[in-house]
């Protein structure tokens, strides 16, 4: 089976939603997931090989503290799957973690080293353009790919042979929607960085609530800006109704001052999404002016298998968060895969499709048609200030209510 180079982005006119804004520095490094070793093939006395997985993900660089809780979810999700054994169809699941840094090229190579080496399952991509390359690669080269915190909309109905095991923005979007009551001649003003990320968010504003009669502006910043100050002047000129705001990185502390400074959250009702534990206090005594749509949080859904990954992630010696919640459930899908057919990956892609399944979330669904995965959101407050601050929820939304429009697959 050759390996090929990944082709550039493909241009869609995917209704690209808005995201997670706020990201915090986290101390990345993790430990290996899965296990290794053969075991014996049912029905037979030779041993089998392992199923082979790559994980690519950013265990370090910018996204590394959303790679490390990813990391974490799936060894608790693997564990949990296979109910402790670390095998699906009588044969052992082993991982290896490939870095990519949050560089495209990185996680190219990585994934061609492995597809090289006979892996058939490929997984982790935090960061949205890492994906966008990842997804290619595995159609030309057949296997299956399970993108992981990437949020672009871009990655669903792709093609074939990718799916997701978090949400994507429109997911995100859809639930501001629903906080915000009527948009119609309302005046909305998108910030965020001038990256894939922040230019699918404007896009995404524009498609949900532009449709809905809202005037959508935006106000872009390049990633590397440090002095965000005049960022949030013209954001404050324009007098919008409502502030979308998304962002992602080491400078949210900087961005949510500056905005606080020029009176922004005091003149606009402001709305972004609920990142990672750490980052709760960079909102300063902001937060409570915000109203927050939230991916995930720890506590926010009550179901068994939060409560199992939970008790995972901590015994382990780690903490629930933002994106623990993806890794455990691209976990479930690998095991779902290979227990369908752990050589063949169009049995492996045909069990996944339109697969209902009891997540940490609560029911989420895999869509025939996109690969969309469908899956509760929540609407949620921050209670107290600084290293204080906690979530609270306000409202759970089930998947039904946020549900992204049918992508046709692209191949």
């Known amino acids: 089976m050759p390996v090929t180079s990944a082709h550039p982005r493909r241009t869609r006119t995917l209704a690209s939603v ?115 390359q990842m997804a290619p690669l595995a159609a030309q080269n057949k296997v299956l790919y399970i993108d992981g915190p990437a949020a672009t909309d871009a990655v669903t109905g792709i093609n074939g042979y990718t799916f997701r095991s978090g949400r994507q923005s429109y997911q995100d979007t859809l639930t501001a929607a629903a906080m915000l009551g009527d948009a119609k001649g309302k005046k909305v003003t998108v910030l965020a960085q001038d990256s894939t990320f922040g230019q699918a968010n404007v896009s995404a504003v524009k498609a949900v609530l532009g449709g809905e009669g809202a005037k959508v502006s935006s106000v872009l910043a390049p990633p590397s800006a440090t002095d965000l100050t005049p960022f949030a002047r013209q954001v404050k000129s324009a007098g919008p109704d409502l502030v979308f705001v998304a962002w992602a990185g080491a400078t949210a502390p900087a961005l949510w001052t500056a905005l606080d400074q020029q009176g922004v959250l005091s003149s606009s ?32 859904a009550g179901t068994d298998a939060e409560k199992a990954m939970i008790e995972s992630v901590e015994k382990a010696g780690g903490t629930p968060d933002l994106f623990t919640p993806d890794g455990f459930t691209a976990a479930q899908m690998v095991v779902r895969a290979v227990e369908a057919g752990a050589d063949d990956v169009d049995a492996m892609v045909k069990s996944l499709e339109g697969w209902t399944f009891e997540g940490v979330k609560g029911e989420q669904k895999i869509r025939a048609e996109d690969h969309a995965m469908l899956q509760p959101m929540f609407q949620a407050k921050l209670t107290g200030s600084g290293a204080t601050a906690v979530p609270e929820l306000i409202k759970t939304l089930p998947m039904g209510d946020v549900t992204p429009p049918v992508q046709p697959q692209a191949g």
């Open 18 to 132: 808005a995201a997670l804004a706020v990201a915090a520095l986290l101390a990345s490094g993790c430990a290996k997931a899965g296990t290794a070793g053969s075991d014996s093939a049912a029905g037979g006395g030779k041993d089998s090989a392992p199923v082979e997985v790559g994980l690519v993900y950013s265990k370090t660089g910018p996204l590394a503290a959303y790679g490390k809780q990813y990391v974490e979810g799936f060894q608790a999700g693997l564990d949990y799957a296979t109910k402790g054994t670390g095998k699906a169809g009588g044969r052992t699941i082993k991982v290896t973690e490939r870095d990519d840094a949050g560089d495209a090229s990185k996680a190219v190579a990585a994934g061609k080293d492995l597809i090289g080496k006979g892996t058939k399952i490929i997984a982790g991509s935090t960061d949205s353009g890492v994906a966008l």
């Open 269 to 300: 009702t402001v709305t972004t999404g609920l990142a990672g534990t750490a980052s709760y206090p960079v909102f300063g005594s902001g937060g409570a002016k915000i109203t927050f749509l939230a991916h995930y949080f720890a506590g926010a």
